[in-house]
Protein backbone atom coordinates (compact mmCIF):
# COMPACT_ATOMS: atom_id res chain seq x y z
CA UNK A 1 0.00 0.00 0.00
CA UNK A 2 1.21 3.27 -0.74
CA UNK A 3 1.50 5.99 1.75
CA UNK A 4 -1.09 8.96 1.57
CA UNK A 5 0.55 11.85 -0.16
CA UNK A 6 0.83 15.00 2.27
CA UNK A 7 -1.64 17.27 2.37
CA UNK A 8 -1.30 21.20 3.25
CA UNK A 9 -4.25 21.68 5.70
CA UNK A 10 -2.87 22.43 8.84
CA UNK A 11 -3.09 26.00 9.88
CA UNK A 12 -0.46 27.63 12.35
CA UNK A 13 -1.16 30.82 14.43
CA UNK A 14 1.31 32.78 16.35
CA UNK A 15 0.47 32.65 19.48
CA UNK A 16 3.49 34.70 20.56
CA UNK A 17 6.84 35.75 19.07
CA UNK A 18 6.16 37.40 15.90
CA UNK A 19 7.00 41.31 15.69
CA UNK A 20 9.03 40.62 18.98
CA UNK A 21 11.98 42.19 19.96
CA UNK A 22 15.32 40.17 21.78
CA UNK A 23 16.98 41.66 24.16
CA UNK A 24 20.56 41.07 23.72
CA UNK A 25 22.31 42.95 26.69
CA UNK A 26 20.17 41.54 29.13
CA UNK A 27 19.31 38.31 27.19
CA UNK A 28 15.52 38.36 27.73
CA UNK A 29 14.48 36.22 24.54
CA UNK A 30 11.11 37.22 23.33
CA UNK A 31 8.69 33.58 23.71
CA UNK A 32 7.89 32.00 20.64
CA UNK A 33 3.94 29.84 20.46
CA UNK A 34 2.34 28.62 17.88
CA UNK A 35 -1.29 27.03 17.82
CA UNK A 36 -1.63 23.99 15.16
CA UNK A 37 -5.43 23.56 14.30
CA UNK A 38 -6.88 21.21 11.72
CA UNK A 39 -9.37 22.15 8.38
CA UNK A 40 -12.44 22.41 11.51
CA UNK A 41 -10.27 24.83 13.34
CA UNK A 42 -10.08 21.87 16.33
CA UNK A 43 -6.40 21.85 18.36
CA UNK A 44 -4.36 18.87 16.77
CA UNK A 45 -2.03 17.22 19.79
CA UNK A 46 0.79 15.25 19.00
CA UNK A 47 1.93 17.40 15.90
CA UNK A 48 5.85 17.64 15.01
CA UNK A 49 6.73 21.23 15.24
CA UNK A 50 9.71 21.92 14.01
CA UNK A 51 11.35 25.99 15.19
CA UNK A 52 14.27 26.66 12.20
CA UNK A 53 16.50 29.96 12.93
CA UNK A 54 18.55 31.18 10.02
CA UNK A 55 21.73 30.10 9.56
CA UNK A 56 23.54 33.33 8.96
CA UNK A 57 22.90 36.69 9.92
CA UNK A 58 20.70 37.83 13.11
CA UNK A 59 19.18 34.93 14.45
CA UNK A 60 18.98 32.15 17.41
CA UNK A 61 20.17 28.86 18.39
CA UNK A 62 19.27 26.31 20.38
CA UNK A 63 21.24 24.28 23.06
CA UNK A 64 24.04 22.54 21.39
CA UNK A 65 24.50 25.69 19.07
CA UNK A 66 21.39 23.66 16.62
CA UNK A 67 19.27 25.82 14.56
CA UNK A 68 16.42 23.95 14.89
CA UNK A 69 14.25 21.95 17.53
CA UNK A 70 10.98 19.99 17.03
CA UNK A 71 8.08 19.57 20.10
CA UNK A 72 5.39 18.09 20.10
CA UNK A 73 2.05 19.93 20.34
CA UNK A 74 -0.38 19.82 23.84
CA UNK A 75 -3.82 19.17 24.15
CA UNK A 76 -4.56 22.80 22.70
CA UNK A 77 -2.66 22.17 20.07
CA UNK A 78 -0.07 24.32 21.21
CA UNK A 79 3.79 23.92 20.83
CA UNK A 80 6.49 26.33 22.18
CA UNK A 81 9.92 26.68 21.19
CA UNK A 82 12.20 26.44 24.15
CA UNK A 83 15.92 26.18 25.24
CA UNK A 84 17.36 29.03 22.64
CA UNK A 85 19.32 31.97 22.68
CA UNK A 86 19.41 34.84 20.17
CA UNK A 87 23.35 35.05 18.44
CA UNK A 88 24.06 38.17 19.74
CA UNK A 89 23.57 40.35 15.87
CA UNK A 90 21.19 43.31 15.71
CA UNK A 91 18.98 42.93 13.08
CA UNK A 92 15.02 41.23 11.90
CA UNK A 93 15.02 37.30 11.26
CA UNK A 94 12.64 34.72 10.31
CA UNK A 95 11.90 32.04 12.19
CA UNK A 96 10.30 29.25 9.97
CA UNK A 97 7.79 26.62 11.73
CA UNK A 98 5.84 23.77 9.91
CA UNK A 99 4.25 21.46 11.44
CA UNK A 100 3.29 17.61 10.78
CA UNK A 101 0.51 14.83 11.90
CA UNK A 102 0.09 11.97 9.71
CA UNK A 103 -0.04 13.54 6.16
CA UNK A 104 -1.21 16.93 6.94
CA UNK A 105 1.16 19.39 6.98
CA UNK A 106 1.22 23.77 7.79
CA UNK A 107 3.43 26.11 7.98
CA UNK A 108 4.07 29.53 9.43
CA UNK A 109 6.95 32.75 9.19
CA UNK A 110 7.62 34.43 12.21
CA UNK A 111 9.33 37.56 12.27
CA UNK A 112 11.73 38.44 15.66
CA UNK A 113 13.99 41.14 15.87
CA UNK A 114 17.55 41.04 17.96
CA UNK A 115 18.10 44.53 19.77
CA UNK A 116 20.71 45.84 21.99
CA UNK A 117 18.36 46.79 24.62
CA UNK A 118 15.06 47.34 24.69
CA UNK A 119 14.09 50.96 26.15
CA UNK A 120 12.10 52.58 28.32
CA UNK A 121 8.29 51.43 29.22
CA UNK A 122 8.48 48.67 26.03
CA UNK A 123 7.83 45.15 25.71
CA UNK A 124 9.06 43.23 29.02
CA UNK A 125 9.16 39.56 29.01
CA UNK A 126 10.42 38.83 31.98
CA UNK A 127 6.99 37.90 34.53
CA UNK A 128 7.06 39.13 38.36
CA UNK A 129 5.75 36.87 40.28
CA UNK A 130 4.57 38.80 43.76
CA UNK A 131 5.69 36.29 46.68
CA UNK A 132 2.51 36.02 49.29
CA UNK A 133 4.73 37.61 51.92
CA UNK A 134 5.35 41.03 49.70
CA UNK A 135 1.71 42.21 50.15
CA UNK A 136 1.81 45.85 52.01
CA UNK A 137 -1.42 44.56 53.68
CA UNK A 138 0.68 41.42 55.11
CA UNK A 139 3.50 43.33 56.09
CA UNK A 140 0.88 45.31 58.40
CA UNK A 141 -0.87 42.23 59.34
CA UNK A 142 2.56 40.90 60.67
CA UNK A 143 3.50 44.09 62.64
CA UNK A 144 0.01 44.27 64.45
CA UNK A 145 0.10 40.89 65.19
CA UNK A 146 3.27 40.94 66.24
CA UNK A 147 2.48 44.27 68.65
CA UNK A 148 -0.65 41.70 69.93
CA UNK A 149 2.29 39.21 71.11
CA UNK A 150 4.09 41.31 72.74
CA UNK A 151 0.82 42.98 74.52
CA UNK A 152 -0.06 39.64 75.19
CA UNK A 153 3.46 38.37 77.00
CA UNK A 154 3.45 41.21 78.83
CA UNK A 155 0.07 40.81 80.42
CA UNK A 156 0.76 36.96 80.81
CA UNK A 157 3.88 38.09 82.70
CA UNK A 158 2.55 41.30 85.04
CA UNK A 159 -0.55 39.46 85.98
CA UNK A 160 -2.72 41.36 83.71
CA UNK A 161 -2.88 44.25 85.47
CA UNK A 162 -1.36 47.33 88.16
CA UNK A 163 1.94 49.10 87.71
CA UNK A 164 4.74 46.58 88.35
CA UNK A 165 7.82 49.26 87.04
CA UNK A 166 8.51 47.62 83.95
CA UNK A 167 9.18 49.21 80.60
CA UNK A 168 7.60 47.67 77.48
CA UNK A 169 8.74 48.52 73.92
CA UNK A 170 6.71 47.51 70.68
CA UNK A 171 8.80 48.09 67.64
CA UNK A 172 7.79 47.02 64.31
CA UNK A 173 9.20 43.58 63.49
CA UNK A 174 10.59 41.18 66.49
CA UNK A 175 8.59 42.73 69.79
CA UNK A 176 10.98 43.04 72.71
CA UNK A 177 9.79 42.97 76.16
CA UNK A 178 11.83 43.79 79.37
CA UNK A 179 12.82 45.62 82.13
CA UNK A 180 15.26 48.35 82.64
CA UNK A 181 18.72 47.89 83.72
Known sequence: MAPLPMVQNLK????????EMNDLERR?????VVQVVDQ??????GADVVFRFPLNGPGAAFAGQKSSKTVKTNGQGQAAATGWTANGEVGTFQVHVTAAYGNQIGEITISMTNVTRIAGEGKTYR???????SSKWVKIGLIAGGAAAAAGIVLA??????????TITISPGSPTVGAPH
Open 12 to 19: LTALAGDG
Open 28 to 32: VMAPV
Open 40 to 45: NDRPVE
Open 127 to 133: VKHRRWY
Open 157 to 166: VTGGGGSSGH
